[in-house]
């Protein structure tokens, strides 16, 4: 028993001398997992909270926009752009705020919502449709080049046929035949491969539209 007891006080020795060696490293190790822990909870807790206030807030934009309050629907979604950045909801508001800006006849406001949504949407495919929808209202004021500079980056695959339609409806407008063709040969080419997938009927319709337009050029010159 008393060699037991001598093994364990030996033991004992070495944790005490362990600990005053390490003892503090351990303790703060521990408190910046706690701590940690404690400010990802936190994070995940605030997130929720952004969250669920932005979707209010854009239950509010779609009521401004279904009522077609333009001015409503602009100072919302400059609350979830302010406040709410982080969440998806600031770039599905700021497309529908400029969808009712455009429908109410102020197309400036709606390029300044088209173009925070298409430098900062969370979302590649929101930031994506931005562009397009952007340098549509560009070609309707004829900035033609502006336009273009939209539509210059590579989009997600299933927008590809349309940023290369709009490309030749630009073109059209300037009168660059050629190249105009060109861009609608391109989006029925990235149709194609679309084609795969459902929704093929949809997909036929649309590659009618884009022939027609691209047959009423007549021949290249």
């Known amino acids: 028993m008393a060699a037991y007891d001598l093994e364990e006080q030996e033991q004992l020795d070495e944790l005490k001398t ?27 807790w605030w997130q929720r909270q952004q969250a669920a206030e932005a979707s ?24 979830l752009i302010d406040k709410y950045s982080s969440t998806a909801y600031a770039g599905l508001g700021a497309l529908l705020a400029a969808r009712t800006q455009i429908d109410g006849g102020e197309p400036k406001s709606a390029k300044v919502q088209l173009a925070w949504a298409a430098e900062n949407s969370k979302d590649a495919g929101l930031r994506d449709l931005a562009r397009l929808r952007l340098a549509a209202v560009m070609l309707d004021e004829k900035a033609y080049d502006e336009a ?16 290369a339609e709009l490309r030749g409806d630009i073109f059209a407008e300037q009168g660059k035949t050629v190249e105009a063709r060109k861009a609608y040969d391109l989006a029925l080419v990235k149709l194609e491969v679309l084609a795969k997938s459902d929704n093929n009927r949809q997909r036929s319709g649309y590659s009618g539209l884009i022939e027609a337009k691209r047959d009423s050029l007549g021949m290249a010159r």
């Open 148 to 163: 273009i500079k939209q539509l210059a980056a590579e989009p997600a695959e299933s927008f590809a046929p349309r940023f």
């Open 18 to 44: 362990w600990w005053k060696m390490y003892g503090n490293l351990v303790t703060g190790i521990l408190l910046v997992l706690a701590l940690a822990a404690s400010g990802w909870q936190g994070w995940n």
């Open 56 to 79: 209010t807030k854009f239950s509010d934009l779609q009521t401004a926009a279904a009522q077609k309050d333009a001015k409503r629907a602009r100072e919302l979604a400059g609350e």
